[in-house]
C-alpha cells in the first residue's frame, strides 16, 4: 500500500513506500489526521459528517493496543538519538534543544492519556451508534439515528466545537506521530535515478540501520505512475502508463525520477547542522 502526498512543487509527486508494517500505520494516520484537518474548516454539514466518518477509521487504528506504546518507545527512541548530538560542534544546539523539547512535550501528553488512544471517543455511547450504522449503506438517514440528524441542523460552529472537542482526545497522538514521521522524511536525502526501460532496481546496504521508508519524486507531466516493491535488500520500481479507461500497462521507456531512502539515525546530523 502506498501513500501518496503532493509537494510544494506543483509539477512533482512524492509516492512514499514504508519498508515496515509500524510506518505504514504511522503514514495512514498521518494522512487521516491531516483529512479532518481539511473538513472540519468548512461550514457544510455533509462535510462534518465525512469528518466523524475520519474520526472513526482513525480509531479503528488509534483502537490498537500497542499502538500508544509503540508510538512512545519511538519518541524514547529518537531522543536517545539525538541526545548523542550533544557538544557537536557541527550541530546547532538551539535546534538540538527544540527537538528535544519537542519530543519530552509529547511523550509527556501521550504519558498522561488514560488507556488507549481515543478512549474517551470509544466510551462514548452516542458516537458508537453513529460508528455502528456507517458499516450499513445509508445507515445514518433521520429515521435511523433521529438524534444524529437534530446534530447535523445545528449551527455549523457548533458542530465543529463538537468535532474538536472530540479529536482533542487524539491530539497528543497525531502531533507525536507528526513530530516523528517528519523526523523520519528529513533523514531521506533525494537523488537522481533512470529506470532503464521503465526498470528500476537498487540493492540495499546489508550492514547498518534497516531503511524504514522510500520516497520517490518524479514530474506529474511524465502521467506515469511507480508500482513500488521492497525489502531490507533490495527495492524494485515499475513505472506504468494508463489509458483513457485507467487500464494500466507497462512503460518501456527510459525514465528520470528522484528517489531518497530514510532511517534512523542517517541523516539527522543534517538536520541539526549549524
Known amino acids: 500500500m502506498m501513500s501518496v502526498t503532493v509537494t510544494t512543487d506543483p509539477r512533482v509527486i512524492v509516492y512514499e513506500y514504508p519498508?515496515?508494517?509500524?510506518?505504514?500505520?504511522?503514514?495512514?494516520?498521518?494522512?487521516?489526521?491531516?483529512?479532518?484537518?481539511?473538513?472540519?474548516?468548512?461550514?457544510a454539514a455533509l462535510?462534518?459528517?465525512?469528518?466523524?466518518?475520519?474520526?472513526?477509521?482513525?480509531?479503528?487504528?488509534?483502537?490498537?493496543?500497542d499502538l500508544k506504546s509503540e508510538v512512545m518507545r519511538d519518541l524514547e527512541k529518537q531522543k536517545s538519538i539525538l541526545s548523542n548530538y550533544r557538544g557537536n560542534?557541527?550541530?546547532?544546539?538551539?535546534?538540538?534543544?527544540?527537538?528535544?523539547?519537542?519530543?519530552?512535550?509529547?511523550?509527556?501528553?501521550?504519558?498522561?492519556?488514560?488507556?488507549?488512544?481515543?478512549?474517551?471517543?470509544?466510551?462514548?455511547?452516542?458516537?458508537?451508534?453513529?460508528?455502528?450504522?456507517?458499516?450499513?449503506?445509508?445507515?445514518?438517514?433521520?429515521?435511523?439515528?433521529p438524534a444524529y440528524h437534530a446534530w447535523q441542523h445545528r449551527p455549523a460552529d457548533q458542530r465543529r466545537a463538537d468535532i474538536l472537542q472530540w479529536v482533542s482526545a487524539l491530539e497528543p497522538l497525531a502531533c507525536a506521530i507528526n513530530l516523528l514521521v517528519g523526523l523520519l522524511r528529513q533523514t531521506g536525502?533525494?537523488?537522481?535515478?533512470?529506470?532503464?526501460?521503465?526498470?528500476?532496481?537498487?540493492?540495499?546496504?546489508?550492514?547498518?540501520?534497516?531503511?524504514?521508508?522510500?520516497?520517490?519524486?518524479?514530474?506529474?507531466?511524465?502521467?506515469?505512475i511507480p508500482e513500488i516493491s521492497g525489502n531490507r535488500l533490495m527495492v524494485s520500481v515499475r513505472f506504468l502508463s494508463q489509458d483513457a479507461q485507467f487500464h494500466l500497462f507497462p512503460f518501456t521507456e527510459d525514465v528520470v525520477f528522484e528517489l531518497a531512502?530514510?532511517?534512523?539515525?542517517?541523516?539527522?546530523?543534517?538536520?541539526?547542522?549549524n
Open 19 to 43: 519498508f515496515n508494517e509500524r510506518i505504514r500505520t504511522y503514514l495512514r494516520l498521518e494522512r487521516l489526521f491531516g483529512r479532518l484537518n481539511e473538513l472540519l474548516p468548512h461550514d
Open 47 to 65: 462535510l462534518h459528517h465525512y469528518a466523524l466518518t475520519t474520526l472513526f477509521e482513525i480509531l479503528d487504528i488509534a483502537g490498537r493496543t
Open 89 to 145: 560542534p557541527a550541530v546547532s544546539e538551539g535546534v538540538l534543544e527544540q527537538l528535544v523539547g519537542q519530543i519530552d512535550h509529547h511523550f509527556g501528553a501521550l504519558l498522561s492519556a488514560a488507556g488507549k488512544s481515543g478512549q474517551p471517543l470509544i466510551e462514548s455511547e452516542w458516537l458508537t451508534a453513529i460508528r455502528n450504522r456507517l458499516d450499513i449503506p445509508g445507515g445514518t438517514c433521520e429515521f435511523d439515528l
Open 189 to 224: 536525502h533525494p537523488h537522481k535515478a533512470m529506470a532503464a526501460g521503465g526498470q528500476f532496481q537498487q540493492a540495499l546496504p546489508g550492514r547498518g540501520p534497516d531503511f524504514e521508508l522510500l520516497r520517490l519524486f518524479i514530474d506529474e507531466q511524465h502521467g506515469l
Open 261 to 273: 531512502l530514510c532511517t534512523f539515525p542517517a541523516g539527522l546530523k543534517t538536520r541539526l547542522s
